[in-house]
């Protein structure tokens, strides 16, 4: 088993069951444990809802691009609609972290690009592991945490799982 970590993001349609319904799929792979739920301002262009974000830890027997295949399943499951780059979609399902390993192909870069630039990923991905750490970085030391530009939704049990 292999601990992987999927960022969950959302802001078209209804996100929460959406997200909600996105969990319950991932948990069909393996064990899961949800983080909070946030809201959080577009990256991209600022003409579109707000997000609602979240993670997952995962263990998962899959390996990477059999994970990528099922993330992409689900998205597409979902309705996926990717209007513009950085745009609106229905969900968004990312692989952020898949163990120790570093991967870099045409389909799949682990650990996720930006990662550590994103609030929005850090903030859940803190929920499910203090102290997780990417290349020897402690993700709770970065200082975009310092003003974080995101909201708590629901500390609680959000995906019902």
Known sequence: MTLTYIGLGSNLGDSLQI???AVHKLATLGTVKVSQLYQSPPMGPQDQPNYLNAAVALETDLAPLALLDELQRFEQESGRVRLRHWGERTLDLDLLIYG????????????????????????????LDENLQIKGQPLKDLPILNNPNLTVLDAGNWAHL
């Open 19 to 21: 997200l909600s319904e």
């Open 100 to 127: 120790e390993q570093h991967i870099q192909n045409d389909r799949l870069t682990v650990p996720h690009v930006g990662v550590l630039e994103r609030d929005f990923v850090l903030k859940p991905l803190l929920d």
